[in-house]
């Protein structure tokens, strides 16, 4: 069992493409469960891969763990807004770097999964490294803009990596 304190570990599940709107999983159906650990490589501490909650995987955390399994830093690193829309993915390299990709809708307007055909958004990849810890951010990289639509982002194929947008000079 991971011990939780202060609330470290994320109990969002995302409901919408900005990732601001989102019910909260403190309930025995939808509290986060873990399903797969890395150790990382040339560290202390282990990297636990937790589900959204055991009924609709909407929303993943890394979470980082030392040797008696406390909780040290959290990272939400894969969101698929309701009702299976990915915004939000992640992928491990073999250095232990996670890298984060995140696609931004380009307007503020509210954008609900049950209501958009597509809409036009900017990917953003972050790479982190453990440091003492904690998930440090080590580099930023954007994209130029691009439309995305609604069938593309529900395919269980797709990955965000592969968009073949180009980067922002």
Known sequence: MLDNKNVIVPNRLYTDVQC??????D????????????????????????????????????VLVDKNYNVTDALVAKVYAFPGTIVKQYYINEDGSIVVITLKPVSSASLSMLEFTQFTGQRIDETYKVVNGKFALVSTRKYKEKVYTYSQLSSKTYNLWDGNEQPVD
């Open 27 to 62: 309930d025995y159906d939808t509290m986060p469960i873990g399903y797969a650990k890395f150790k990382l490589p040339d560290s202390f501490y282990m990297l636990v891969v937790n589900l959204g909650n055991n009924i609709d995987y909407q929303t993943d955390e890394l």
């Open 20 to 25: 601001a709107e989102y019910i909260l999983a």
